[in-house]
């Protein structure tokens, strides 16, 4: 009797602890599902962080295609080398903070004279690069404009060369679309466009001046000795298509080296602004044109009884132009005209 009694007592305890084991594995599970649930979660999260970290990196493209006056050219995205003939695209560059490697040094604005520095490789001249200099350098792109055209082939064997030159019959356009193409470039679209907004602001004012007054202007390039004269539509033609000033002379031969002019001329034609281009500062020429300009048939002109001969930057308006900075001095100048 007493092995029958110890053996149900055996027996309920088993049963007892099944029934508590079950119960335990019941109460479990909601727990395990959460941690399940979790590390799913986590995964997916992380899956999802790699698949966009593959599309941005798919998105960011690595080199463009540049439609130019020379042609077709496949350039690299952030050159990490650059090679400039352009002193208004090393202008823009310069505010990019480029890698410029090589300009031609003997052709530097006073405004960008760093890269006279020994820091910088000298390429050669405007019309005759260094080619195998260039070569050596290994240059991820070359840019250039209308002095440097002929070479433009040679230099493209080299590396991607790109022709940024202005077309002075749409200047303002056509600087805005070449700096376009540097912010493309160098990945700086937005600060580009920012910069040209402020310059469209600043010629939009300056026209919205010279179109209140009556008075006249005239633009010429003194060479050691000789004077040309610019009109509309010319390398100088700015002063009147985009930032428009009146021609003192509305028939003005358009051409590249300008129509030549006496000083009888402008005696004549008697602008009430005279704006003087000095091609002999930068050249190292004998005769300053200041010194050309004070004459005793000037002297009866209404420019210098008013005092309204001005002389303009001739590197912003003669080698350098096109760029950011050279733009603005453009601009300040002829609004300082004004004044």
Known sequence: MKKIFSLLVVLLLAIMFIVACAES??????????????????NEDNNDADAANNNGNNDVPTEMVVTHDLGETTVPVNPEKVVVFDNGSLDTLDKLGANVIAVPQASIPPYLSKYEDSSYTNAGTLFEPDFET???????????????????DELADIAPTIFLGVDTTNYMESF???????????????FIAAELAKLDEAVAQLAADAATTEETALVVLANDGSVSAYGPGSRFGIIHNEFGLTPADQNIEVSNHGQNVSFEYIL???????FVVDRGAIVGGENPAEAMFDNDIMKNTKVYENGTIFYLDPYAWYTAGGGL??????????????K
Do not use: C, W
Request: charged residues 25%; glycine residues 6%.
């Open 25 to 42: 594995d019941a109460s479990e599970p909601s727990g395990s599902a959460e941690s399940d649930q979790e590390e799913s979660h986590n």
């Open 268 to 274: 004549e034609v008697n602008p009430d602004y005279l």
């Open 134 to 152: 260039i070569f050596g350098l290994q240059p991820d792109l070359i840019i250039i404009s209308g002095r440097t055209a002929e070479a433009y």
């Open 176 to 190: 805005k679309h070449n700096t376009t193409i540097l912010g493309q470039i160098f990945n700086q679209e937005e």
């Open 325 to 338: 900075e050279s733009v603005e001095l453009m601009i300040t100048q002829i609004q300082e005209a004004l």
